[in-house]
């Protein structure tokens, strides 16, 4: 890491109501004009919910055979493009340039934008979402570690600090509850938008392959799913240099790695007692009305 330029930290504000870094709104007219096509497949999440596992699972449905080269050598986050991002300062090229050049049928496009901020053409499209929800109190943990390792994000502060931070909501993408609450809700009259959860994922990979399966019409040989399950196994995506997010330079692995755990419970060795009291009586608050159930073990 010694050799990596660490950027200054990021001052967070409030923009359209929600937490935001410049990094995610200099680029807002590109990102709001979007031009989404029918084939598109947008993968939404709430930061640390499991979006470059369900984005591996649907490169490799997509492109593991046809494109397996690519698989070696270019890093996942330039095969699917992060909408909203620009990250100028680096040189890389914007979310939506990214998004715009992709050559490859169908474009998967990742986002963490809360529902109401998805640029209107992917409704208008049609396009088909893959929503992927995780449990806030592993959600939370993992967020705070990321926040800890990447310069890019808002400094997190300690535990404490940064677990009443996410309790109002103030984190970069807005609260937790709004977000995996309002993207349910749209489920309710948006057909072409499938809603997982981490935990299911975690439970029985295969299951929720098959499931992605037959929400996009894909189908596979059971060998064939069975090479993916494995292969987008944590200790397996984990070693992929491709996938671990090694080669972002604003990234202090020495902090913590970005495939951290991978657990579902992990939340159990940071909350205390009475933080976890706290976070319970607020998260009944945030969704009392919500139908959106969530499992914190499995
Ligand atoms: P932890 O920090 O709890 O380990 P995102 O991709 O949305 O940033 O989410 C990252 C989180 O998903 C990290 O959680 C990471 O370890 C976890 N994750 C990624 N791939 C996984 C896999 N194959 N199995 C289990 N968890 C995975």
């Known amino acids: 890491m010694s050799s990596k330029k660490l950027p200054c930290r990021p ?11 410049h990094f995610f709104t200099e680029n807002w007219e590109k990102v709001r004009n979007f031009q989404s096509r029918p084939d598109d497949i947008l993968i939404a999440t709430y930061p640390k919910a499991g979006t470059t596992w369900v984005s591996y699972i649907l490169d490799l449905l997509y492109f593991g055979n046809e494109d397996p080269e690519c698989q070696t050598s270019k890093p996942i986050y330039m095969r699917i493009p992060f909408l909203e991002s620009c990250f100028q300062e680096f040189s890389t090229v914007a979310g939506t ?7 490859t049928t169908p474009r998967l496009i990742k986002t963490h934008l809360p529902v109401q901020l998805v640029p209107k053409s992917f409704w208008d499209q049609n396009s088909r979402i893959v929503y992927v929800a ?20 808002p400094e997190p502060g300690d535990w404490n600090h940064f ?20 993207w ?13 959860f981490y935990e299911d994922l975690v ?26 399950t494995k292969g987008v196994q944590f200790d397996t995506m984990k070693q992929n240099k491709m996938i671990n997010h090694v080669t972002i330079p604003f990234m202090d692995f020495k902090i ?11 939340w159990k060795g940071h909350f205390t007692v009475a933080q976890n009291e706290q976070f319970d009586e607020v998260y009944k608050q ?9 499992r914190t073990e499995i």
């Open 134 to 153: 995780r449990n806030a109190k592993d959600n939370a943990v993992s967020y705070f570690h990321f926040d800890r390792m990447n310069m890019v994000q």
């Open 163 to 182: 677990l009443e931070k996410f309790m109002k909501g103030k984190n970069v993408f807005g609260p937790w509850y709004d977000h995996v609450s309002g």
């Open 184 to 196: 349910w809700e749209k489920k309710q009259t948006y057909s072409n938008l499938l809603y997982l």
């Open 256 to 266: 913590s790695p970005f495939m951290r755990k991978g657990k579902v419970g992990d």
């Open 286 to 294: 945030k969704m009392k009305n919500t139908t959106l159930k969530f």
């Open 203 to 228: 439970e029985d990979t295969g299951r929720e392959v098959e499931r992605l399966c037959s929400f996009l019409g894909l189908s596979i040989s059971i060998e064939e799913r069975e090479k993916i």
């Open 11 to 21: 001052e967070m504000f409030d923009f359209e109501g929600i937490s935001m870094t």
């Open 97 to 103: 340039e990214m998004a715009d050049s992709l050559t």
